[in-house]
């Protein structure tokens, strides 16, 4: 519930659970519901398992399919969700988390978070129809796409889409404001469903074990020799992927890639950390200049760079070579990647694998297809999922970069 530690830090658990080799040799009999399941089930031990089980079917309703695409290179689509990243694997299962124990409890919680556009929508929908919790959702007017305004501000009921007339820094501040105001704070329950909770990380790791699993079927082979490749921004993808391996998941490698924002492979070529201000990229929820979860990596390796450089090869992909693979992967495969997916395809190629590697796919290309469609010379068909949000009405309330204004409609909400 508290996302960020008093003294600022992250929260990590204080050991992780570790399956056994009987569990990961039967890997590749298991759906991902009961791997999620049993994942969960060693770091939540106050939930019934029947309970459990309910929120982490609720939470994944949806396909994660392993794609092959050549003899060693297969593609884990995290993208099936409503909003067509993989984000949706933290925002939903956190969510339904949280609901859980505030229903337990007999509280409500008021969710204020800022965005620049996809955090929103994943918060959003994540959260949406969720009895015990509201979401404000702030977002700067005119500056979001199009999309991204429909995917958060046409859903309604427990959330409540404020338009700023700002920029992303003002909406940033207002709910920093917010969160902080006495009155609001001795009023309500407050939290700001902050990326770096790891309510969020955990769902992330099940993945990881399901892509093994699937490997295992599609091929028949054993998993010890698989490399996962991850696009990353904030790290908190690869992290997740850091802790599987923790629990007992023989990978081989971790390819860490990342567009010009390269803090992260400098490090892991260097051992020396250089956080730099953040880039803009045609892979634009990748622009991260200082990482939060590289504490959290540090922390996994013992703060050893040797350790976290023998696990973690990163590399570095700029735009050019990020379309020129989207290009090159349409027309040997036909399969059309989206800019993120494409820096993690980039990077395979870069580090000569001769091992089979899943790349994590973190988006689905419609949602990027501004840039995708050009470079492929053909349309990308929209999935149903935004079609239907394209058709609805937005029901944002705007307001000028304000306060006053803000709290007045939160708590407004509330009376009601
Ligand atoms: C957020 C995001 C990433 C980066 O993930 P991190 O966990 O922050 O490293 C990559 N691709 C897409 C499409 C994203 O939305």
Redesign the pocket.
Known sequence: MQGLAGDGGLFMPEHFPHFDKKFINALGKKNFEEIALEVSKQYISDISEKDLKKIVKEAFNFKVPLVQISDNLFILELWHGPTL???DFGARFMARLMNYYLKREKKDLNIIVATSG?TGSAVARGFYGLSNIKVFVLYPSGRVTPLQEKQMATLGKNIVAIEVGGNFDDCQKLAKQALSDPELRRKLNLSSAN?INFGRLLP?SFYYFYGAAQYCQLTNQPINQLTFT?????????TAGLIAKQMGLPVKQFIAATNVNDAIPKYLKSGKYVSRVSRKTI?N??D?GN?S?FARMLEIYGHSYKKMAKDINGVAISDKETRETIKNLYHETGYVA?P?TAIGIAAVKQSNVSQPVIVLS??HPA?FREVVEPIIGKKVALPRQLKAVLRKKKKSVLIENNFEDLKKIVLEENSQ
């Open positions: 990243a993989f984000k996809d990326s992330q991850v696009p990353s921004g904030n790290f908190g993808n690869l892979s929820a990748m991260v990482p979860n989206d993120h973190t988006a949602k």
